[in-house]
């Protein structure tokens, strides 16, 4: 009988091994051991350049990676010789910030055990982590502790994880120094550990390993007290925090195998939290299981959850359902007074905030005749905080007069932009010049203890109203990317710059399947002052009276290949970002507005799209190709309204302009016929000064038949498009999709047009929806039409990017425009999806091989979620900004307009005023002096005053405001103000 | 958990340490038990197989039909191979349900294991030489201890080792080894390194193939690729995976000669001209 075990003395590797054991529970709650062999070796680096004696790796084709870590560190007062620096975990946890500063923390050796544990702690930044070991300039060497024999440490019977981690983090330095000490140099640079934990710094002490405090170490640098805010809070009182157990505000959240298994049971469930815009104190969640969203009201309930996070809730007994608030509840205007410094002892519901949610109460009972009090709900844990950095400005009544010129640090508080964010806490010494600038700051921790969340500056953008400072606000606020296209994308773009010409002759390589187009006469019509022009478009006559329209679209993907620096930056971008004054393109302008801009007179490459068509617009074929075109006109909208309209024009250009035009309006009707909805939201244009950039006025935009023109071309195109790469790749082909809203989202639009008006609202099909609101007419107010379709809109779902294999095709279809299937294909200036659809259509019709990110679906299920985030971002933040400029262009003015209201609280009322496309709350308590008695009647939507001013306020009742431009006081930004000046 | 393949670039070392082109340790042993014709186990880092041969045995198919459409031969659930009138090679694998991390046991009617055997069973067949035995069956029995990557080319190693043990003359040595790719299929990344001899996680990450040759010669007596990769890095992964098979054809050798050694050390067998080896 011979053993299967292995003799150890016979082990012929010549490598060390060693195993790590992990245990890890998965999400149905199963336990699993992962055993892992680790193969420990003496080749790893130490990768300073003053080394002789380290070889550093080279990859399998030969090339070596060469050192990093400089041979001249920077010096510091307690290191004169230079040093390298060794963050634990938690100073990169509490200080991401910090490294990331271009001017200090150079020459860091990140070990595996800190990576690992960030990783397992936070993955974001863990991926700025990484984006910091790629800079050459911050030179951060990743040292592979773990499996380098010399500093790979086993963990010793009860030790925890986290003492072994230190003990390993102790040892890489030990071993650094004691590497380096045989090197023969005067200038012998020290590798200190950087750390948070004061046990850990004990611990080092004892070995003599060099160690310092992130703050005794930031304290030594020059700039000390900028850098110093930027270490987050939590983390340094630790050791005090055990001791108040009974301060406790907040309630505990459950473990997470509680909360697994309770989702798994269906007695938890788990969604997005979000917060009312009206009503800080009131957030709702959509979960799986249920058709309407559930509500969590106060602080309490809430439970520390910040809007956006991924939550558990647990849903409250039924005595304590209530009717959503009907009341505006604003976080400024109730705890105002607090102090930032003092948690301790105060109730975790003041008192102001609990007799307002008191009333709240009553109110729900007493109207209980109609009696429907809602699901409510409370946050039992978090699955994923969603924080990101938030801007705003500090709080001036928060701030002690003492700090303001002193060097002490200061509690202050933050109040963000966005008011669905609470306060947030932030300790800093330089209050004074904070005080009046917009800044950004991240949130580290919620505990309990703590009423607000605490978090720590990062920068300032400058001054508040600047239009420098708020614009970066505002592309901040939205996560756009707005830094300038760095080299490497540059670097991609044609080496001819402009002067980048369609090769003459047509042999060239460039010329290769593309059809000569350019006898067409293709015109491009767009908005006044483009200049990406994405689309052009021609129609001429055939002999046998059907048409040939061709759709031409800017062939940007000859130019922008896949995979390379500039497609991962556009597919980051995910699109371009139209602020009022400004563009943030998603790729470099010499693309955008040059080579790929379809402009009059010259030549340039395209994708055209060509039908023939008959006399009703029904298209009798279509094929696609590549194509070089010369367009012979860029009209303006209105340019070429005018030259239609010119009847004395009847050279074959403007012909063909009629053809389209013509053909446009029996596209249109058919879609109509289908059921397409024509919905809409409020759209005004800025006119700005051109010398001065300041806006002068604001206009509704003005619909012409030209804009309808172009667009049911490009829809045409789009549909023709997603049918083809549908065909050629029924699993990865890039669409868009736009669901059928849930009848229940109806509902209250429904019942406020019975109730108000006696008008049924059918919503069964798209097609049931646009004839009611065809019929939701007012005669005497023209504009209630539109009024109701803007109410409408808001209630549809919104529309997404989706891989074609990821849904069935029922799915498909495109709820808003009737149609089966849809993709974007005609802006790929400035949409990303665009450009991957040309890349599968150039790869459908066989004019290229499809290359394999885009025909990797995981990848293209990435692509699609991140455009889907980016074009909604994008939308809000041009919202955005064109709320600035009507607030700007108000400045000093005062007008009088009509308005509409659009909703009622018990407490106040929103009114939307058409000609600046805004929105604007009116408190009852800002309509006199002393706040009006009111009676609140939520069946009929009616608001009822008396005393001070006697007034009934009703859903959809015309208005006529007095709009002042004033600084909102909570939020620090400009906009408008409106008053009552009497209702019609 | 400790960190994924994204992290070889930082300082081209994979997740369990290595370079490139280590091959992980290996451990074998032949001769296991002594009842059967040829038997052997074998580990690749955490991959440990076990290998009973029996035979080359009298046929159980009735008829000694030659063509390889007969009916089901010993057991319905092993993959069969043949050679024109050559042996049949029946090769049977059981994966012990505790072979993996979920613990999930797969039957011998499962998908995967049906192909793990049919690509044991094609590469030994073009390995062997069957001719000699006319009308009977080498069957290979295969155990999974425990698995932790590049299962195919484990199983065919240990099966080349029970063949040896059990006197099966072949060509020479079969073995097999996998090598990987350090970036995804989807992303643009010509200059990704290639990789050697994958353990279970890379495999679940990284696109990779199994190849297996026939000894010292780069002759490919075996390949699958079940992973995307792009054409152009395939080439380097081949010459890097045909690397691994040299060194671990070495490996196997020294088993070999090894076992040989001791056992006329031991007395086993008379050193003598019968055996036409150098046992050093
Ligand atoms: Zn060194």
Same mark, same amino acid.
């Given at each position: 009988?011979?053993?299967?075990?292995?003799?150890?003395?016979?082990?012929?590797?010549?490598?060390?091994?060693?195993?790590?054991?992990?245990?890890?529970?998965?999400?149905?709650?199963?336990?699993?051991?992962?055993?892992?062999?680790?193969?420990?070796?003496?080749?790893?680096?130490?990768?300073?350049?003053?080394?002789?004696?380290?070889?550093?790796?080279?990859?399998?084709?030969?090339?070596?990676?060469?050192?990093?870590?400089?041979?001249?560190?920077?010096?510091?007062?307690?290191?004169?010789?230079?040093?390298?620096?060794?963050?634990?975990?938690?100073?990169?946890?509490?200080?991401?910030?910090?490294?990331?500063?271009?001017?200090?923390?150079?020459?860091?050796?990140?070990?595996?055990?800190?990576?690992?544990?960030?990783?397992?702690?936070?993955?974001?930044?863990?991926?700025?982590?990484?984006?910091?070991?790629?800079?050459?300039?911050?030179?951060?060497?990743?040292?592979?502790?773990?499996?380098?024999?010399?500093?790979?440490?086993?963990?010793?019977?009860?030790?925890?994880?986290?003492?072994?981690?230190?003990?390993?983090?102790?040892?890489?330095?030990?071993?650094?120094?004691?590497?380096?000490?045989?090197?023969?140099?005067?200038?012998?640079?020290?590798?200190?550990?950087?750390?948070?934990?004061?046990?850990?710094?004990?611990?080092?002490?004892?070995?003599?390993?060099?160690?310092?405090?992130?703050?005794?170490?930031?304290?030594?640098?020059?700039?000390?007290?900028?850098?110093?805010?930027?270490?987050?809070?939590?983390?340094?009182?630790?050791?005090?925090?055990?001791?108040?157990?009974?301060?406790?505000?907040?309630?505990?959240?459950?473990?997470?195998?509680?909360?697994?298994?309770?989702?798994?049971?269906?007695?938890?469930?788990?969604?997005?939290?979000?917060?009312?815009?009206?009503?800080?104190?009131?957030?709702?969640?959509?979960?799986?299981?249920?058709?309407?969203?559930?509500?969590?009201?106060?602080?309490?309930?809430?439970?520390?959850?910040?809007?956006?996070?991924?939550?558990?809730?647990?849903?409250?007994?039924?005595?304590?359902?209530?009717?959503?608030?009907?009341?505006?509840?604003?976080?400024?205007?109730?705890?105002?007074?607090?102090?930032?410094?003092?948690?301790?002892?105060?109730?975790?519901?003041?008192?102001?905030?609990?007799?307002?949610?008191?009333?709240?109460?009553?109110?729900?009972?007493?109207?209980?005749?109609?009696?429907?009090?809602?699901?409510?709900?409370?946050?039992?844990?978090?699955?994923? !905080?969603?924080? @990101?950095?938030? &801007? *705003? =400005?500090?709080?001036? #009544?928060?701030?002690?007069?003492?700090? $303001?010129?002193?060097?002490?640090?200061?509690?202050?508080?933050?109040?963000?932009?966005?008011?669905?964010?609470?306060?947030?806490?932030?300790?800093?010494?330089?209050?004074?010049?904070?005080?009046?600038?917009?800044?950004?700051?991240?949130?580290?921790?919620?505990? !309990?203890?703590? @009423?607000?969340? &605490? *978090? =720590?500056?990062?920068? #300032?953008?400058?001054?508040?109203?600047? $239009?420098?400072?708020?614009?970066?606000?505002?592309?901040?606020?939205?996560?756009?990317?707005?830094?300038?296209?760095?080299?490497?994308?540059?670097?991609?773009?044609?080496?001819?710059?402009?002067?980048?010409?369609?090769?003459?002759?047509?042999?060239?390589?460039?010329?290769?399947? @593309?059809?000569?187009?350019?006898?067409?006469?293709?015109?491009?019509?767009?908005?006044?002052?483009?200049?990406?022009?994405?689309?052009?478009?021609?129609?001429?006559?055939?002999?046998?009276?059907?048409?040939?329209?061709?759709?031409?679209?800017?062939?940007?993907?000859?130019?922008?290949?896949?995979?390379?620096?500039?497609?991962?930056?556009?597919?980051?971008?995910?699109?371009?970002?139209?602020?009022?004054?400004?563009?943030?393109?998603?790729?470099?302008?010499?693309?955008?507005?040059?080579?790929?801009?379809?402009?009059?007179?010259?030549?340039?490459?395209?994708?055209?799209?060509?039908?023939?068509?008959?006399?009703?617009?029904?298209?009798?074929?279509?094929?696609?190709?590549?194509?070089?075109?010369?367009?012979?006109?860029?009209?303006?909208?209105?340019?070429?309204?005018?030259?239609?309209?010119?009847?004395?024009?009847?050279?074959?250009?403007?012909?063909?302009?009629?053809?389209?035009?013509?053909?446009?309006?029996?596209?249109?009707?058919?879609?109509?016929?289908?059921?397409?909805?024509?919905?809409?939201?409020?759209?005004?244009?800025?006119?700005?000064?051109?010398?001065?950039?300041?806006?002068?006025?604001?206009?509704?935009?003005?619909?012409?038949?030209?804009?309808?023109?172009?667009?049911?071309?490009?829809?045409?195109?789009?549909?023709?498009?997603?049918?083809?790469?549908?065909?050629?790749?029924?699993?990865?082909?890039?669409?868009?999709?736009?669901?059928?809203?849930?009848?229940?989202?109806?509902?209250?639009?429904?019942?406020?047009?019975?109730?108000?008006?006696?008008?049924?609202?059918?919503?069964?099909?798209?097609?049931?929806?646009?004839?009611?609101?065809?019929?939701?007419?007012?005669?005497?107010?023209?504009?209630?039409?539109?009024?109701?379709?803007?109410?409408?809109?808001?209630?549809?779902?919104?529309?997404?990017?989706?891989?074609?294999?990821?849904?069935?095709?029922?799915?498909?279809?495109?709820?808003?425009?009737?149609?089966?299937?849809?993709?974007?294909?005609?802006?790929?200036?400035?949409?990303?999806?665009?450009?991957?659809?040309?890349?599968?259509?150039?790869?459908?019709?066989?004019?290229?091989?499809?290359?394999?990110?885009?025909?990797?679906?995981?990848?293209?299920?990435?692509?699609?979620?991140?455009?889907?985030?980016?074009?909604?971002?994008?939308?809000?933040?041009?919202?955005?900004?064109?709320?600035?400029?009507?607030?700007?262009?108000?400045?000093?003015?005062?007008?009088?307009?009509?308005?509409?209201?659009?909703?009622?609280?018990?407490?106040?009322?929103?009114?939307?005023?058409?000609?600046?496309?805004?929105?604007?709350?009116?408190?009852?308590?800002?309509?006199?002096?002393?706040?009006?008695?009111?009676?609140?009647?939520?069946?009929?939507?009616?608001?009822?005053?008396?005393?001070?001013?006697?007034?009934?306020?009703?859903?959809?009742?015309?208005?006529?405001?007095?709009?002042?431009?004033?600084?909102?006081?909570?939020?620090?930004?400009?906009?408008?103000?409106?008053?009552?000046?009497?209702?019609? | 958990?400790?960190?994924?393949?994204?992290?070889?670039?930082?300082?081209?070392?994979?997740?369990?340490?290595?370079?490139?082109?280590?091959?992980?340790?290996?451990?074998?042993?032949?001769?296991?038990?002594?009842?059967?014709?040829?038997?052997?186990?074998?580990?690749?880092?955490?991959?440990?197989?076990?290998?009973?041969?029996?035979?080359?045995?009298?046929?159980?198919?009735?008829?000694?039909?030659?063509?390889?459409?007969?009916?089901?031969?010993?057991?319905?659930?092993?993959?069969?191979?043949?050679?024109?009138?050559?042996?049949?090679?029946?090769?049977?694998?059981?994966?012990?349900?505790?072979?993996?991390?979920?613990?999930?046991?797969?039957?011998?009617?499962?998908?995967?294991?049906?192909?793990?055997?049919?690509?044991?069973?094609?590469?030994?067949?073009?390995?062997?030489?069957?001719?000699?035995?006319?009308?009977?069956?080498?069957?290979?029995?295969?155990?999974?201890?425990?698995?932790?990557?590049?299962?195919?080319?484990?199983?065919?190693?240990?099966?080349?080792?029970?063949?040896?043990?059990?006197?099966?003359?072949?060509?020479?040595?079969?073995?097999?080894?996998?090598?990987?790719?350090?970036?995804?299929?989807?992303?643009?990344?010509?200059?990704?390194?290639?990789?050697?001899?994958?353990?279970?996680?890379?495999?679940?990450?990284?696109?990779?193939?199994?190849?297996?040759?026939?000894?010292?010669?780069?002759?490919?007596?075996?390949?699958?690729?079940?992973?995307?990769?792009?054409?152009?890095?395939?080439?380097?992964?081949?010459?890097?995976?045909?690397?691994?098979?040299?060194?671990?054809?070495?490996?196997?050798?020294?088993?070999?000669?090894?076992?040989?050694?001791?056992?006329?050390?031991?007395?086993?067998?008379?050193?003598?001209?019968?055996?036409?080896?150098?046992?050093?």
């Amino acid at each position: 009988m011979t053993s299967l075990k292995r003799p150890t003395a016979n082990d012929q590797s010549h490598l060390n091994l060693s195993s790590k054991v992990y245990v890890r529970s998965t999400k149905s709650g199963k336990v699993q051991k992962i055993v892992r062999e680790v193969y420990l070796r003496q080749d790893i680096p130490c990768s300073s350049q003053i080394c002789s004696n380290c070889r550093p790796p080279a990859n399998a084709a030969g090339q070596v990676s060469p050192p990093v870590l400089s041979d001249k560190p920077a010096g510091t007062k307690a290191f004169p010789q230079g040093h390298y620096l060794v963050p634990d975990t938690n100073a990169l946890l509490n200080a991401m910030d910090l490294f990331e500063q271009s001017s200090a923390f150079f020459d860091v050796i990140i070990l595996q055990t800190v990576l690992e544990e960030l990783r397992n702690r936070s993955l974001p930044l863990y991926n700025r982590l990484i984006g910091l070991t790629k800079s050459e300039d911050k030179r951060f060497y990743v040292f592979f502790n773990e499996f380098r024999l010399e500093t790979y440490v086993a963990r010793e019977q009860d030790e925890s994880i986290n003492d072994r981690n230190d003990r390993a983090v102790r040892q890489a330095v030990q071993w650094y120094n004691m590497h380096l000490a045989q090197v023969k140099s005067k200038r012998l640079p020290t590798v200190v550990m950087l750390t948070d934990d004061k046990g850990n710094i004990e611990k080092a002490k004892q070995d003599k390993v060099p160690a310092v405090t992130l703050r005794d170490y930031v304290g030594g640098l020059e700039d000390a007290d900028r850098l110093l805010d930027m270490i987050a809070e939590s983390r340094e009182r630790g050791i005090s925090r055990d001791k108040k157990a009974a301060d406790f505000l907040y309630p505990e959240y459950f473990t997470m195998s509680k909360m697994m298994t309770g989702v798994k049971g269906g007695m938890l469930h788990q969604g997005i939290f979000n917060v009312s815009p009206y009503n800080y104190l009131e957030g709702s969640i959509k979960v799986p299981a249920f058709p309407k969203a559930l509500l969590i009201l106060g602080r309490d309930n809430i439970n520390r959850a910040v809007d956006g996070d991924v939550v558990v809730v647990e849903v409250l007994p039924k005595d304590q359902w209530k009717e959503p608030s009907t009341k505006i509840i604003e976080e400024e205007a109730i705890t105002k007074n607090e102090n930032a410094d003092g948690d301790e002892g105060e109730d975790l519901v003041t008192e102001k905030e609990r007799r307002a949610l008191q009333e709240e109460v009553k109110k729900t009972h007493t109207s209980s005749s109609e009696g429907r009090p809602q699901p409510t709900a409370k946050v039992v844990g978090i699955i994923k !905080r969603n924080w @990101r950095q938030y &801007v *705003g =400005h500090i709080d001036q #009544s928060s701030v002690g007069s003492a700090a $303001k010129s002193g060097r002490k640090q200061d509690t202050v508080f933050l109040i963000p932009m966005d008011k669905k964010v609470p306060k947030i806490k932030l300790r800093t010494r330089q209050v004074g010049e904070l005080l009046g600038k917009r800044i950004l700051v991240t949130i580290d921790a919620w505990d !309990r203890e703590s @009423r607000h969340p &605490v *978090g =720590h500056f990062v920068r #300032s953008l400058g001054e508040l109203e600047t $239009k420098a400072a708020e614009t970066e606000a505002l592309l901040l606020e939205h996560d756009v990317q707005y830094r300038p296209f760095p080299k490497t994308v540059l670097d991609c773009l044609p080496k001819e710059g402009h002067d980048w010409k369609v090769p003459a002759s047509t042999d060239d390589p460039g010329w290769k399947g @593309r059809e000569d187009l350019r006898g067409l006469l293709i015109c491009s019509i767009d908005p006044v002052g483009c200049q990406d022009i994405d689309d052009a478009l021609h129609a001429r006559a055939l002999p046998n009276g059907n048409f040939e329209v061709g759709v031409h679209i800017a062939d940007v993907s000859h130019f922008v290949k896949p995979s390379n620096a500039m497609d991962n930056e556009a597919s980051i971008r995910g699109t371009t970002v139209y602020l009022v004054d400004k563009r943030i393109d998603m790729l470099p302008m010499l693309l955008g507005t040059d080579l790929c801009s379809l402009k009059p007179y010259v030549e340039r490459y395209a994708f055209s799209v060509l039908w023939e068509l008959n006399q009703s617009a029904d298209i009798v074929n279509v094929r696609f190709t590549k194509s070089v075109i010369k367009s012979r006109e860029a009209f303006s909208y209105e340019q070429a309204q005018i030259r239609i309209d010119d009847d004395s024009q009847q050279d074959d250009l403007t012909k063909g302009m009629r053809t389209l035009l013509m053909l446009s309006k029996k596209l249109k009707q058919k879609r109509m016929d289908a059921g397409a909805l024509s919905l809409s939201s409020p759209e005004v244009k800025v006119q700005m000064e051109s010398e001065t950039s300041d806006p002068i006025d604001v206009k509704t935009k003005e619909l012409l038949d030209t804009n309808s023109l172009v667009e049911e071309f490009m829809l045409l195109a789009n549909i023709s498009v997603a049918g083809k790469i549908y065909e050629a790749f029924p699993q990865t082909a890039i669409l868009r999709r736009h669901a059928a809203p849930p009848k229940t989202n109806f509902d209250e639009l429904a019942n406020q047009l019975k109730v108000k008006r006696g008008l049924e609202l059918h919503v069964d099909s798209s097609r049931a929806v646009a004839d009611s609101l065809d019929a939701c007419r007012d005669p005497k107010e023209p504009f209630f039409n539109t009024l109701i379709r803007i109410m409408a809109t808001r209630c549809m779902m919104s529309a997404e990017y989706f891989c074609a294999g990821t849904q069935a095709y029922p799915e498909f279809r495109h709820y808003g425009l009737a149609s089966e299937i849809y993709t974007h294909f005609t802006s790929p200036i400035r949409r990303y999806a665009d450009l991957c659809a040309h890349r599968q259509l150039a790869a459908a019709i066989d004019y290229e091989p499809m290359h394999p990110s885009v025909r990797s679906r995981g990848k293209l299920e990435a692509v699609c979620k991140n455009i889907n985030v980016r074009h909604r971002n994008a939308q809000l933040a041009g919202r955005a900004s064109i709320a600035y400029y009507v607030g700007q262009s108000l400045k000093g003015r005062v007008a009088e307009e009509e308005g509409f209201v659009m909703k009622i609280f018990s407490n106040g009322f929103v009114i939307l005023v058409p000609r600046f496309g805004i929105e604007g709350l009116i408190r009852l308590r800002d309509l006199a002096e002393t706040e009006p008695e009111s009676v609140y009647d939520a069946e009929n939507y009616t608001l009822k005053l008396s005393g001070s001013r006697d007034l009934t306020v009703e859903l959809f009742q015309k208005v006529v405001v007095r709009i002042s431009d004033a600084k909102d006081e909570a939020t620090g930004k400009r906009g408008a103000k409106m008053e009552l000046v009497k209702v019609i | 958990m400790p960190l994924d393949t994204s992290t070889y670039n930082l300082a081209l070392l994979r997740v369990d340490g290595r370079r490139w082109n280590d091959l992980r340790r290996l451990h074998g042993q032949i001769r296991t038990q002594a009842a059967a014709d040829g038997s052997s186990y074998l580990e690749m880092g955490n991959t440990k197989v076990m290998c009973v041969v029996t035979g080359p045995s009298e046929s159980a198919r009735r008829g000694g039909a030659g063509g390889g459409a007969g009916g089901p031969a010993a057991s319905s659930s092993s993959s069969t191979a043949t050679t024109p009138n050559g042996a049949e090679i029946a090769v049977t694998i059981v994966t012990g349900g505790f072979s993996t991390v979920d613990r999930k046991k797969r039957s011998r009617t499962d998908k995967r294991v049906q192909e793990l055997q049919a690509g044991v069973a094609k590469a030994l067949a073009g390995a062997l030489h069957a001719h000699l035995y006319p009308r009977s069956t080498i069957a290979v029995s295969l155990h999974v201890l425990s698995q932790d990557g590049s299962l195919l080319a484990c199983l065919v190693n240990a099966s080349t080792l029970a063949l040896v043990d059990a006197g099966v003359p072949m060509t020479d040595y079969l073995v097999a080894c996998t090598a990987g790719s350090t970036s995804g299929h989807g992303a643009g990344d010509e200059g990704a390194d290639p990789l050697l001899d994958l353990n279970g996680q890379e495999e679940q990450e990284l696109p990779f193939l199994t190849l297996g040759t026939l000894g010292a010669t780069d002759r490919v007596a075996l390949l699958v690729c079940e992973s995307r990769v792009q054409v152009g890095r395939l080439e380097g992964m081949m010459a890097v995976a045909a690397d691994g098979c040299g060194h671990i054809r070495a490996a196997l050798d020294r088993i070999v000669r090894d076992k040989g050694a001791q056992m006329v050390r031991e007395g086993a067998i008379a050193k003598g001209e019968s055996i036409g080896m150098d046992l050093d």
